[in-house]
């Protein structure tokens, strides 16, 4: 029995795309519909519900204060840490990128956090950097100035505790960001540096101005965007470093926090108004990507 | 002037992102009341090194264990996803077929939606299935990334279509070619993606919090967060615990650097 060349051609395409397609049907396109469908419905403490309630979980999510303070959280978060991890990594690359010689043991420094997780990150940064007790390594370095031992995680006027989150997530995502700078450093073509020498551009500021930060348009946009995703995702260093054995604190709670807690947290399973919650999330970075115009220029190219 | 500058400004930088580190050994190499001491010191008078047969032999938490599932969940992730979503890859970037393009935009679609917003109905899913506590409710949902198809169907598209046909005209089935010649002279990029998915997978935290519930299916992650908010943990052991958990990725960073800036490159810039 012979097969056309295309019905070959056909079932070569399967065989090589299936697994992954069934995969993603199960792990991806299911979750999503579920969660769509899960929000619906009244489904407390089960998966398979029948009470239908419409919009009522989002009216509920969108006029409730926890769900609608966690994205002002997020927005808290994200005014700290997107412009400060830009100008920071992008300070970083350029730094290293000037250099004649260390330029690896300096790139391997700045990058080596990004070997950590969050969780060791936090760990550090909760129980000896910025722990509250007179041990702590801040409060002795601010003790050698007389100041007494501040309670980093836990004041919340002024709310100290974004120095803690904001630093730890910069400590680990600078050197990912900066390999990015890096790269995209590397591809600008060296006459346009030639050319604005021979033009009498000096060196520093307005070279770096009217060449260098113009060659870097798309990774900037790359970097603000999946910076941006990130920060919105937040789960990890907020659930470890404010988290502890009594639970959470009122305060902090980023929008992925805030839906563990509710939909799968101790106090009653929630899962109608936590599928409420993901569906507006989604919408939300759905919207972002979207307008970034990227979903089919992916960053675009860099040349 | 401005080199004087610049040098101090890079090594003022790279010791500040040094301390954590530094932290890490000081305080997992110290006696218990030594990190509680008042008055900072650099180093304890002496390096307990028995702080190692003790957080390995810690009765409540199966820390050696978890350092175990966490080694089996990122080969078996690694492996399972290079072969899942470069096969993907390959597929939609080669094979001719007429809705190529709209399983494509299938594929695509759902990286606007990053997996950790719908974290629960898989949870939902993958309880369902029954693989809760179990590798395989670790393992498998991460295998299915979009995200890397994407970057394989990228690298492929430039691959040199002369090599493929030379081994069409030696009459090799699309498989053939795919193994015998595509996998072979795309080590390098293969690599990278590896180095990646290890990380992420080493250092994942949601989706093991979730699914491993109980403490034998723990990952180190898991369990490093189970020490730290539990009630008055035994900091010198939970920063040994740290310690050693990094070790596997500071030994990748070391050997095989090359190939993780790569896969950074690759992931940020085309993502």
Known sequence: MTLSRKTRDTLSFWGFVGPFLIGLAVFAYLPIGWSVYLSFFDARNTVTPSVFVGLDNYAHMLTDGPFVSSLGTFSVFALFIVPLTFVLSLALAVGVHQLKFARAFFRSVFFLPFACSYVVASLIWKTSLFSGVRYGLMNTVLGLFGVDPIAWTGTVHPPLYWIVLVTARLWLQLGFYMILFLAALQRIPQHLYEAAWLDGAKPGWPVFRHITLPQLRATSVAVLLLNLINAYQAFDEFYNIMGDARGYPPFARPPLVYLYYTSLGSGGQDLGRGSAGAVILALIIAVVTLLQGKLFRFGGSEA | MRAVLRWTALIVAAVVFLVPFYLLLRNGLASRSEITAPGWTLFPSELHWENFSKLFSQEDVPFARSLLNSVIV??????????????????????????????????????????????????????????????????????????????????????????????????????????????????????????????????????????????????????????????????NLLFLAAAVSILPIVLLFAFLQRYLVRGVTESGLKG
């Open chain 2, 74 to 235: 990122a080969v078996l992730q690694t492996v399972g996803l290079l072969v899942v979503c470069s096969l993907a890859g390959y597929g939609l970037a080669r094979i001719p077929y007429r809705h190529s393009k709209a399983v494509l935009y299938a594929v695509i679609a759902t990286l606007m939606i990053p997996t950790s917003v719908t974290f629960v109905p898989s949870f939902v899913v993958v309880s369902t299935l029954g693989w809760l506590s179990d590798f395989r409710g670790l393992v498998i949902p991460g295998l299915f990334s979009a995200f890397s198809v994407f970057l394989f169907r990228q690298y492929f598209l430039d691959f040199p279509r002369e090599l493929e046909e030379a081994g069409r005209i030696d009459g090799l089935t699309r498989w053939g070619v795919f193994r015998r010649i595509v996998v072979p002279n795309s080590r390098p990029f293969f690599a990278a993606i590896a180095v990646i998915t290890v990380i992420g997978s080493w250092n994942a935290f949601l989706w093991p919090l979730i699914i491993a519930q109980s403490p034998d299916s723990w990952t180190v992650q898991v369990a490093l967060s189970g020490l730290l908010t539990a009630q008055n943990p035994q900091l």
